[in-house]
Nanobody, 124 residues
Framework: QVHLVESGGGLVQAGGSLRLSCAAS????????MGWFRQAPGKEREYVGF????????YYADSVKGRFTISIDNAKNMVYLQMDSLKPEDTAVYYC?????????????????WGQGTQVTVSS
């Protein structure tokens, strides 16, 4: 069983930064792809970015490319989402997900485990 816990959300002004963390249970990273998704009220969950277990470079949604960065610390079993130049439209609950697959990672249905989410609110 994979257990994921997100943290680091909060309220920030437009143009500010936040770093989200996702703590994973031991062995989670072994052949698991990791992704970040977000869900705003009344909208579907959308992908923010992911990194596959096969080690290719992270991929990002066009809406966050150049502003958000995913990184992994394997020694600490942590995944991070650095968010810079935040905009009000980035307001959402952010989720960390883990997947056995290394393809189709832009789709939430391909993830096997999820954290509980952390709220990010960006004020204008």
């Amino acid at each position: 069983q994979v257990h994921l816990v997100e943290s680091g959300g909060g309220l920030v002004q437009a143009g500010g930064s936040l770093r989200l963390s996702c703590a994973a249970s031991e062995r989670t990273f072994s052949r698991k792809s990791m992704g970040w998704f977000r869900q705003a009220p009344g909208k579907e969950r959308e992908y923010v970015g992911f990194i596959s277990w096969s080690g290719r470079s992270p991929y990002y949604a066009d809406s966050v490319k150049g502003r958000f960065t995913i990184s992994i610390d394997n020694a600490k079993n942590m995944v991070y989402l650095q968010m810079d130049s935040l905009k009000p439209e980035d307001t959402a609950v952010y989720y960390c997900g883990a997947a056995r697959m290394d393809s189709g990672l832009g789709y939430s249905r391909n993830y096997d485990w999820w954290g509980q989410g952390t709220q990010v609110t960006v004020s204008s």
